[in-house]
């Protein structure tokens, strides 16, 4: 079969997902090789979505081409034709993104390893305390990461420490209910003592350290994110948690 000549249009497709709900729709774009490609949320004809943000993926779930803030995606065309995704953020859970776009500048809002996170078990300062409620965190994580169209990321455990992995136990924790640095997330279980408390904050503290980020909602992070309840990933978590890996171009 010829080659097409460097003067025949590209067609380019797009699956438009909600990031956390699924398949919202398709559409293409033919154009000359090498212009301009412009996607703008407001001409979509969807709903339930951020009005700002958006990624845009080689094929589903590959090399991020463009991620925006402004409502407006811009990239130069391919060579060839081609097919992209095209990830907005939900908003049907009243998440607020810019809770953890806020320190971007500063190196924050981002993923602290390339994915899939490597986790071991450490307890610190002789401090000890059930496995249960480590895994149900971890699973309730990686539960937000996995989609039938997708999977943004995984928190993998090994056995011991090795380059690029993080410790997760129980410690001292500066005497607060847990505390984390970018190679360890804990608990304190002297002061976490009910199985609630402990699931929260280990979310909390797994959550920030694997995003770079502290606080995030001008308090303890879990009070945003957990059900406080239950001490489970609530929806605004699961929502908040999936933006960050889809932006992130390390991925």
Not at 215 to 221: L, M, P, R, V, Y
Request: charged fraction near 25%.
């Amino acid at each position: 079969m010829p080659h097409p000549e460097s003067s025949d249009p590209v067609i380019l497709s797009f699956d438009v997902y909600n990031h956390t709900q699924g398949f919202l729709k398709k559409f293409e774009r033919t154009l000359e090789r090498g212009t301009l490609v412009t996607v703008k949320i407001s001409e979509l004809d969807v709903e339930g979505v951020d009005i700002n943000r958006m990624v845009i993926r080689e094929g589903r779930f590959g090399e991020r081409i463009v991620f925006s803030q402004t409502g407006v995606a811009i990239f130069q065309s391919p060579q060839q034709d081609n097919n992209y995704t095209l990830y907005l953020m939900n908003a049907t859970n009243g998440a607020d993104y810019r809770k953890v776009d806020t320190w971007i500048s500063t190196n924050e809002g981002i993923l602290e390893y390339v994915p899939p996170f490597k986790w071991y078990r450490e307890d610190r300062n002789d401090f000890e305390g059930p496995e249960e409620v480590i895994q149900d965190a971890i699973n309730q994580l990686n539960d937000a990461l996995n989609y039938s169209w997708a999977k943004y990321g995984s928190l993998r455990r090994i056995d011991q420490r090795k380059n690029n992995s993080f410790g997760v136990g129980y410690g001292y924790c500066r005497n607060q209910f847990g505390w984390h640095s970018p190679y360890w997330a804990g608990v304190n279980p002297d002061h976490c003592l009910t199985y609630r408390m402990k699931l929260a904050t280990y979310l909390e503290e797994i959550f920030e350290l694997i995003t770079r980020l502290n606080d995030i909602n001008e308090k303890d992070t879990a009070t945003l994110i957990t059900n406080p309840d239950t001490g489970n990933l609530n929806d605004v978590g699961r929502d908040l948690l999936a933006y960050i890996f889809i932006k992130d171009e390390k991925i």
